[in-house]
């Protein structure tokens, strides 16, 4: 079965396994702990109508009860609203986990007047566009530059490197069909993408407590993400394969370093130099990047903008694949 032998062949070959499974972890690690020190401790705002002490150093005071638009310009994760024996909890950040803080507020606020114990805890969402956090957005980088080294490292190897084994005239005396060819080779590298970016998200919980899990209603979008991502990058691959030959493996490990720290999925675009930006705009990973923030909640890019942009992902990773195929397997 193809699909089965393209799968197992991106765990057993060390290289890749490396580079798409093995290399996403060390760079979350890497990033993750330098900017992970500084945002170690969820911020939180409140406001109690009884005299609270021993704050914690990430709490800040209110004077007066603020409106949710007031809110809204807070650089805070969580803003806690305590009066009349009644807690409201405001979450301003989607990512983060606040139990542990508010938690720990209604035990110093019960414990400040204990003849007027608390009524009820609620807990409000406000929706608005919020921006994300230097960790939120580099482990969504991460799972862009994981998806991008899958998708390009699959159409380099199967287009340059088997070629050169003479794979493809194995092929033809099988008589394979090509689409069956196309699909078992893109479904192996979705799945490795898939098994990717969940390791990714596993990790970014269990380590720095960035909750990236998806929620059930845009599970669909996000697995038609991975696999627009795997379409393009594919793609890429191809054309790296059928102008570079025998040199596509390097250069395609150059452009990952280039793509990797110009695209701007490890910082916000606006950080590099203005002529670089420029560049960014040809990354792959940069769009890649932007739909994940959209299957996130961040609403960088319209709906419209979002399934035309994957739409057209897919349809040319798949005609380039199609048309690598279709030139290496015919007969000489």
Known sequence: MLFYSFLTVNFRNGFLFFMNIILPVVLLLLFGSVFGKQESQITVAFYSDRQLTDLNSNWNRLE?????????????DIVIIANDGKIDVYLLSSFSSVDSEVTMFRLKYASAQNEKPIV??????????????DLEYIMIGVIAISLFSVGMNAGVT?????????????????????????LSATGAQIITGIISSGLVIAISWLIFKVNLFISPQFIFM??????????????LGVVLSLIFKKSASTIAQILYTIFMFFSGVYFPITFLPKPLQI??????????????????G???????GFWITCVLFIVIGAALGSYAIGKFLKPA
């Open 279 to 296: 560049v960014s705009y040809f990354t792959p990973p940069r769009y890649m990047h932007v739909l994940f923030q959209k299957v996130y």
């Open 158 to 182: 199967l287009f340059s490197e088997y070629v050169q084994y003479g794979l493809f005239r194995r092929f033809m005396l099988t008589n394979v069909n090509r689409l069956y060819l196309l």
């Open 298 to 304: 961040i609403d960088i890019i319209s709906i419209q």
């Open 222 to 235: 996000y697995l038609f993400v991975v696999f627009a991502s795997i379409m393009v990058s594919l793609g």
């Open 64 to 76: 007066s009860i603020p409106t949710v638009e007031e809110m809204k310009e807070m650089d805070r």
């Open 120 to 133: 009820n805890i609620v807990e409000n969402k406000i929706t608005f566009k919020r921006q994300l956090s």
